[in-house]
């Protein structure tokens, strides 16, 4: 059973409940982030589930030069820190650089660490010194065993507040598989396993990354059947017209069933 993690007032792992991050893979606007903060609070509300926000002020790796990347980080923390004060909520953001880090931690509950920046040790090393909780993405370059030495990179600079994210590995060059043995095998290093269900769909390749948002609810719930602690999903009220990761994000309005649908299974499961 792994360690509990708290983000705010919410528990994560061990015997805790299942919990949700979600929201817009960037930052568009003010309107649209309260718009899917809205909607995904009252489903979480209604549901009795916990819930973290989630959205980046920067995309620093996208595909193409010319993709929308956000607001930057001034005017993004902005609206993220106005978000988490009127809905009460826990917010989640990428960071980029060591100098990302302590501004960013000023503001939001948890910094996630990007995939293809996971090994970057002094990326690490500054999020850990935040005290604020570190959520790093497993590479799709990395086996689950190599995530130790992520997780103590950041455990021996001071900070237990730890999750790990499985997002997909590379299959060949324009397609992501997720191996669900590595669940598990993360599992034994005590920290809370997170499911990214949305990225995890993603097809790599092209001016823009493509995906299939459909297969999303399906890993999902395989993740969760397997055991994880939380659900990571990329969420907009009009995917096709999103910004960012149009092809892989959740409609808004399917947000409440998918999250119904998940937490079910989860204490089913639980309870076997």
């Not at 990761?245 to 808004?252: F, G, H, Q, T, V």
């Amino acid at each position: 059973m792994s360690k509990t993690v708290k983000i705010g007032n919410i528990s994560v792992g061990g015997d805790n409940p299942l919990v949700f991050i979600a929201g817009p893979c960037v930052i568009e606007s003010e309107d649209t982030t309260f718009k899917t903060l809205e909607g995904l609070k009252s489903a979480s509300e209604k549901l009795g589930v916990p819930f973290v926000f989630k959205s980046s002020y920067d995309k620093a790796n996208r595909t193409s030069i010319s993709s929308y990347r956000g607001p930057g980080i001034d005017k993004g923390l902005k609206i993220l820190e106005k978000a988490k004060k009127e809905f009460d909520v826990p917010v989640l953001t990428d960071v980029h650089s060591v100098e990302e880090c302590k501004q960013a931690g000023e503001v939001v509950d948890v910094l996630q660490i990007p995939a293809f920046l996971c090994r970057q040790t002094d990326l690490l090393v500054a999020a850990a010194e935040t005290g604020k909780v570190v959520n790093v993405k497993k590479g799709q370059f990395l086996n689950p065993e190599a995530m130790e030495h992520v997780i103590k990179k950041v455990t021996d600079s001071g900070n237990e507040n730890v999750l790990v994210t499985e997002r997909g590995v590379s299959f060949g060059y324009g397609n992501l598989v997720v191996d669900f043995r590595a669940l598990p095998k993360m599992a034994k290093f005590d920290y809370p396993i997170v499911f990214d269900a949305t990225h995890s769909v993603q097809e790599p390749g092209g001016v823009t990354t493509g995906g299939d948002r459909t297969m999303a609810r399906v890993l999902a719930r395989a993740a969760v059947a397997v055991g994880v602690s939380a659900v990571f999903m990329e969420v907009h009220p009009d995917p096709d017209k999103a910004k960012s990761d149009a092809a892989n994000s959740i409609y808004l309005k399917d947000a409440e069933s998918v999250m119904k649908e998940l937490n079910d299974l989860n204490e089913f499961t639980k309870g076997q």
